[in-house]
């Protein structure tokens, strides 16, 4: 790696440089688009992100479960630069090629299931979970779409409705798109008769939810986020996604798995379903895809994927040739480099770790998560009342001394952890230091 793996913090964070440009930003561009942390970043590999003030930060986000390859992996800028200078864009629609054909290979042999399947490339996740959502509609011939409490599943129209969360996603957006439904989610750490009965009560809520005010013959799609990402990184308890989908498949719904923030070995699997064996009909990808190059997919049952017509799925960017290499390196260097296995050691080594400072720090109140996708709720001390004062304290905190984390949560108190899964192990404990001297503080 090229960029020195070490945390180096050389002035205040934001520093002047960074507040210069920031300045310039909120000129330039509407304060609707916000900041995790407004350092302006100049280059970044492996698990830190330097600013232009210097600063080397210890990254525990990835751009959002992006980079889970690093920055600027080896191996996607050499196939990226090698494809620039080839060609950049004929439209997939227009005249193909072949790496996008390789990508949607790729997918239908990794994705969960030995079945049969078909690929279609897209540019972002909301749009992977609109195209689910089209494709899931024409070859059932029914409207109605069903998703869960603390989903998220983007910001287009579609997909904001499909979000649970009101604030910052939805607030003066509406009117939303019809037949969207919201049913109970399996969240062991708030389900009110405790975690033992919240798999077996939830499923029964949510299928009962579905029968009574929609109709299960009705339903087109079940869209799920087999852990919650933005609503908290909440893992459904253990055997709610085999009965909703073993529901799915009694009532000829399309099961939908949103792994866009799970999938390409985030969790110690390549996809989050594999850890309950469960098989969705379909699966839309996208953030760890392609290294950071707009890249997204639907992967799913080639008999529901082909009764779309002819010319019914695209657009002019899907599958862009950049993205494609991108992707196919992104997936070579997930298996050279074994990812999934450096996905269950991160685990391993932040889990202890967390659980311990539960132990010590009253603040914490739950610790959750697999692999690499990580997250601690935040409580008053006592109850399990959310507490996002203690949340935006710990945060500042990490941010002082050089450790980039994020937040997420419907109550806006989880930090939530999503290293790139290349992270230098000794960036990990650092990180895990500074971590846990911000909660001391707290
Ligand atoms: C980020 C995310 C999306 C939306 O992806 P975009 O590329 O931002 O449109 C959809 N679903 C989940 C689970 C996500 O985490």
Redesign the pocket.
């Known amino acids: 790696m090229s960029i020195p793996q070490e945390r180096r913090v050389v002035t205040a964070i934001p520093g002047p440089k960074s507040q210069e440009l920031l300045a310039r930003k909120q000129a330039a561009v509407p304060p609707g688009i916000a900041h995790a942390l407004p350092i302006f970043i100049t280059r970044a590999g492996g698990g830190v992100v330097e600013d232009a003030d210097g600063n080397s930060l210890i990254d525990f986000g990835s751009g ?2 992006v980079t889970s390859v690093g920055n600027s992996a080896p191996k996607v800028v050499e196939s990226v630069r090698k494809q620039v200078a080839d060609f950049t864009h004929t439209c997939f629609m227009v005249t193909p090629y072949e790496s996008y054909v390789r990508v949607a290979e790729k997918l239908n042999e990794l994705t969960p299931g030995d079945h049969e399947k078909r690929t279609v490339l897209l540019n ?6 609109e195209n689910a959502v089209k494709i899931a509609r024409s070859a059932t011939g029914r409207q109605a779409v069903i998703v869960f409490d603390h989903g ?5 129209l579609l ?1 904001m409705t499909m979000t649970a969360k009101n604030l910052p996603y939805k607030q003066g957006f509406g009117p939303y798109a019809p037949e969207v439904y919201r049913v109970p989610l399996a969240y062991p750490f708030r389900w009110p008769t405790g975690p033992e009965n919240c798999a077996e009560e939830a499923a029964a809520q949510a299928i009962d939810m579905i029968g009574k005010q929609v109709g299960a013959q009705n339903v087109a799609a079940v869209i799920i ?1 087999p852990i919650a ?2 609503g908290g990184f909440i893992e459904p308890a253990k055997g709610f996604l085999p009965r909703i989908a073993e529901f799915c498949r009694e009532n000829g719904i399309v099961f939908v798995a ?5 999938g390409f070995a985030r969790t110690g699997h390549l996809f989050a379903c594999e850890d309950e064996g469960v098989v969705p009909d379909l699966i ?1 990808t ?2 760890g895809i392609a290294g950071g190059l707009p890249l ?1 997919a639907v992967t799913g049952r080639a008999e529901i994927m082909d009764k779309v017509h002819i010319g019914g799925l695209g657009g002019t960017y899907g599958g862009n040739p950049l993205a494609c290499e991108a992707a196919l390196a992104v997936m070579e260097t997930i298996e050279e480099e074994d990812l999934v296995a450096k996905a269950r050691r991160i685990g391993e080594i932040m889990l202890p770790r967390l659980h311990a400072m539960r132990e010590r720090f009253e603040v914490i109140g739950d610790v959750r998560g697999r692999g690499a996708m990580i997250a601690v709720e935040l409580v008053r001390p006592g109850t399990k009342e959310p507490n996002p004062a203690a949340l935006a304290e710990v945060v500042r905190r990490c941010h002082a001394e050089g450790l980039l984390v994020l937040t997420a949560g419907t109550y806006g108190n989880v930090l939530r952890f999503l290293p790139p899964l290349v992270m230098p192990e000794h960036l990990l404990e650092e990180g895990l230091g500074i971590l846990e001297k911000a909660f001391a503080a707290v």
């Open positions: 959002i479960a972002t996740g909301a749009e992977a979970v998220y599943h983007g910001r287009t997909t986020e990402g933005e949103d792994e866009v923030q799970t839309a996208a953030k997204a």
